[in-house]
């Protein structure tokens, strides 16, 4: 069994920055890759950005150079810094990460504002 648990969603202003993190706990030791998707009301749930435990990145052409994904393996961590946001980036957004099967978090709600 893995958890994941998201957290550091919130209502912020377009343009402003906001950071989440995602903590995983369990059985963790063949968890790889880990990655963010978000789903905003109504639309179906779609990929953010993923990142390997050795750190190559992938992102969703439309995230790519406004938000950045990381992770912290000492702290079983997974990071997204967002930057710039926009209203359309308003979603529920989701951890998940790979192992005999894909795992899911229960979802942060980030709300941009115009």
């Known amino acids: 069994q893995v958890d994941l648990v998201e957290s550091g969603g919130n209502l912020v202003q377009a343009g402003g920055s906001l950071r989440l993190s995602c903590v995983a706990s369990?059985?963790?030791?063949?968890?790889?890759?880990m990655s963010w998707h978000r789903q905003a009301p109504g639309e179906q749930r779609e990929f953010v950005a993923q990142i390997t435990r050795e750190g190559t990145t992938e992102y969703a052409v439309s995230m790519k150079g406004r938000f950045t994904i990381s992770r912290d393996n000492a702290k079983n961590t997974v990071y997204l810094q967002m930057v710039d946001l926009k209203p359309e980036d308003t979603a529920v957004y989701y951890c998940?990460?790979?192992?005999?099967?894909?795992?899911w978090g229960q979802g942060t709600q980030v709300t941009v504002s115009s």
């Open positions: 369990g059985n963790i030791f063949l968890i790889n890759p």
């Open positions: 998940s990460a790979v192992g005999n099967r894909r795992y």
